[in-house]
């Protein structure tokens, strides 16, 4: 199974900015999908977990400015930021059972 992450950028404090990952080559449909995160000179942290009618979980870092969501008729999870902060600057990573898609970067400038 391939994981895709897309939607990375550069984006001004405030600013919003929505991120995809796509799941190629699997069999079934994914319960559940993930995004983590790395920050430069960090490790790699949990963000939030999408799960097919069940409750998003978030990081207390961003609930209240992410939602996630899953595509109900394919294997696709978006999270969506807002009000994004420079601490949110890090490489993106979709993740699921199957394993780890590549990054995204999300750049937020002050």
């Known amino acids: 199974v391939q994981l895709q992450a897309s939607g990375g950028g550069s984006v001004q404090t405030g600013g919003s900015l929505t991120l995809s990952c796509a799941a190629y080559?699997?069999?079934?449909?994914?319960?559940?999908m993930n995004w983590y995160r790395q920050a430069p000179g960090k490790e790699r942290e949990w963000v939030a977990t999408?799960?097919?009618?069940?409750?998003?979980l978030y990081a207390d870092s961003v609930k209240g400015r992410f939602t996630v969501s899953m595509d109900n008729t394919k294997d696709e999870m978006f999270l969506q930021m807002t009000n994004v902060k420079p601490e949110d600057t890090a490489v993106y990573y979709c993740?699921?059972?199957?394993?780890w898609g590549q990054g995204t970067l999300v750049t937020v400038s002050s």
């Open positions: 993740r699921t059972v199957t394993g």
């Open positions: 080559g699997s069999t079934s449909r994914f319960h559940l």
């Open positions: 999408a799960s097919r009618g069940g409750v998003p």
